[in-house]
């Protein structure tokens, strides 16, 4: 009787112990198959991304699947093995749901860059008073006279004065001026104790009134969209990006904070891109240079720089008539991008003709040494903003802005920078702006990862001598401007045209 209790309670164990092997291998298996889905869902979403090429794309599918059947294959075997199979299950699933959700918000960090048709514009609207003035807020100001004008932004100025009397708990009083230089010297003779005006106009007043922005202090700014720009709409220019030669204006507007900021435009460079040779042109343009700006000048000539207070569209309508050629793309940074773009790639390798020490206006004393430097984002800012150390002024700054961008695209380019592209964009997407499609994007970092290769790239500078002009953007103060060289924008529109012809050019 005692044997047989024994034998039975034997079998009533191996029974069980059947059963959660059983049950073991069936967690294991639905372990797996959960890693499978999870596998095609990580590739799915690497598809989507549309950056890396279908060879790798499929490469990696077929690994991680033939990963996941083999750890199936281990479930059937002995316990030990498929504990081990089951955690490392586990873990490829905790990591390919990590991997989804980053190619998911990459691709949509790309949305956000690509695409932009310039629906909305940030235009920052400030409230200034004397750098004396005891006001430190809006509401101090509640019997202060206002300067206005509507000759400019005047929508905006509305808006913004609405915003100042809701904070003021009344509506003050207001002077109307013609022109904002006229606004500014009130405020500076105290014919007005404060003033609403446009953020991007700061830094010409300073060309009128020396120093006008360390006179006042600002008590209030207001961030205005505007949907009236619409010069750049619909769709993105339909360019084969992988074969036809295309141009890209690079725009680097002076305030830090959203891109999207109507501004000046302290750098304008235009990138010829030939794919099919691996030849790049970049062009830089005097900021002061004196020309027409296309739609809203007439007749009347400004500086370069002041075309990006009245959008982006208008400083590349200002290039396109300069040169003779079409620009179906922008980029758009500011200080801020800059600084972001160049800290999220590591540094940058910047090459310097000069020897020089910064003044600190680009928030860092540095000192330059000639040949390579590595910069950091704040230093890449600085090199960029100089111009009172160097010999040739702002003729030298704007080649200092091209070895920058030069060195940018020189690393960008590289195998392991590319493939660090889906991240890249995530840590800059709130930093550019540009008008390119999502799937030109894609097609560009495609075609170099499939392609390899380095590329030619060229720097020329638009020449021009100084002299004092009344501008359409300031009227009744002359500017410091630059006239064109004409033989000089003559040999660049030569250079261009060399490089849509598939030639490559010599340094």
């Not at 979403?45 to 950056?51: D, E, H, I, K, N």
């Amino acid at each position: 009787m005692e044997n047989r209790n024994r034998d039975n309670t034997t079998k009533s164990a191996k029974k069980k112990k059947k059963r959660i092997n059983r049950t073991f291998r069936t967690v294991g298996k639905f372990l797996v198959l959960i890693q499978m889905l999870l596998t095609l869902i990580f590739i799915a979403f690497t598809w989507r991304l549309g950056m890396i090429p279908v060879k790798y794309v499929a490469g990696l599918g077929a690994i991680l699947l033939v990963f996941a059947a083999v750890l199936f294959t281990f479930q059937s075997i002995s316990r030990g093995k498929a504990i081990i199979s089951k955690l490392v299950s586990l873990l490829m699933s905790a990591v390919l749901i990590f991997g989804s959700v980053y190619l998911y918000r990459t691709h949509n960090a790309i949305w956000d860059i690509s695409g932009d048709t310039l629906g909305t514009q940030i235009n920052s609207m400030l409230v200034a008073v004397r750098s004396d003035d005891p006001a430190e807020k809006v509401s101090d100001t509640s019997d202060y006279i206002y300067g206005v004008q509507h000759a400019e932004d005047g929508s905006d100025v509305d808006k913004a004065m609405e915003m100042v009397n809701e904070e003021a708990g009344t509506e003050v009083m207001t002077a109307e001026y013609e022109t904002l230089n006229e606004q500014a010297g009130a405020l500076l003779d105290g014919s007005v104790q404060a003033i609403v005006y446009n953020e991007g106009y700061g830094s010409i007043l300073d060309e009128v009134y020396e120093n006008f922005q360390g006179q006042i202090k600002i008590i209030a700014q207001y961030s205005i969209e505007t949907e009236t720009d619409t010069a750049i709409q619909g769709e993105a220019a339909e360019v084969n990006v992988k074969n036809e030669t295309f141009s890209v204006y690079i725009s680097g507007i002076d305030v830090y904070g959203p891109v999207s900021t109507k501004s000046r435009s302290d750098v304008n460079i235009i990138a010829t891109v030939n794919p099919s040779t691996k030849q790049i042109l970049l062009t830089n343009t005097p900021r002061d240079y004196y020309v027409t700006i296309p739609g809203v000048s007439g007749d009347s000539k400004d500086k370069l720089t002041h075309a990006g207070i009245y959008g982006v569209d208008k400083s590349m309508d200002t290039l396109e008539n300069l040169y003779g050629i079409e620009i179906p793309f922008y980029a758009r940074v500011n200080f801020t991008s800059l600084i972001t773009l160049v800290d999220a790639m590591g540094g940058i390798d910047v090459n310097s003709e000069y020897a020089f020490t910064t003044n600190g206006d680009g928030g860092v004393v540095l000192n330059v040494q000639e040949g390579i430097n590595h910069f950091d984002g704040q230093q890449a800012l600085a090199f960029s903003r100089e111009r009172y150390s160097l010999e040739g002024g702002d003729n030298q700054r704007g080649k200092n802005q091209m070895a920058v961008i030069q060195a940018m695209i020189q690393k960008m380019l590289t195998p392991e920078m590319l493939l660090k592209a889906p991240d890249l964009i995530s840590q800059v997407s709130d930093s550019v702006e540009t008008n390119m499609a999502m799937d030109q994007i894609q097609e560009l970092i495609q075609s170099q990862l499939n392609s390899g290769g380095s590329w030619n790239i060229k720097s020329v500078a638009a020449e021009g001598t100084g002299d004092s002009q009344y501008c359409y953007s300031m009227p009744g103060t002359a500017l410091y401007v630059m006239q064109p060289d004409q033989a000089s924008v003559d040999s660049i529109k030569s250079e261009m045209q060399a490089v849509t012809n598939g030639e490559i050019l010599t340094q």
